[in-house]
């Protein structure tokens, strides 16, 4: 069993920007879709209040600029903070524990006693 005592913040928050980024980028092209059978379909249009309305006044390339980038902003922004404070309260518990396997093994390592792994 290891410990991961202390995270690279910058690593992390380069990893998260890039996870919500993709996720930004699959929002923006499920929110232009939406935008397009709104705009064929009356009825789906009517159901849009508030903030839903307000998205689909944007443009097509707003959508698909404005989300993986302001969710890519924001996962910067917020896996630093995470990061920081992981490493802050890490010092007090420990970290936390994970089970590791070397990728040119055939045994796992799981809670302190060796498994072999099936093929």
């Known amino acids: 069993m290891y410990k991961i005592k202390k995270v690279n913040i910058l690593s992390l928050a380069l990893t998260v920007t890039l996870i919500y980024f993709i996720l930004g980028i699959i ?3 499920v929110l232009s879709i ?3 059978v709104s705009k064929t379909n009356p009825g789906i249009a009517a159901l849009g209040q508030g903030a839903l309305n307000d998205l689909l006044n944007l443009a097509y390339w ?3 600029l404005v989300y993986p980038v302001s969710y890519a ?3 910067f922004v917020v896996s630093i903070i995470v990061g920081l404070v992981y490493n802050l309260v890490a010092k007090s518990t ?3 524990a994970v089970s590791l396997v070397k990728a040119d093994s055939r045994e796992s390592k799981e809670f302190g006693e060796s498994k072999k792994i099936k093929k």
């Open 27 to 29: 929002l923006g092209i």
């Open 34 to 36: 939406v935008k397009a």
């Open 94 to 96: 420990g970290g936390v």
């Open 62 to 64: 707003q959508i698909i």
């Open 73 to 75: 902003i924001g996962g």
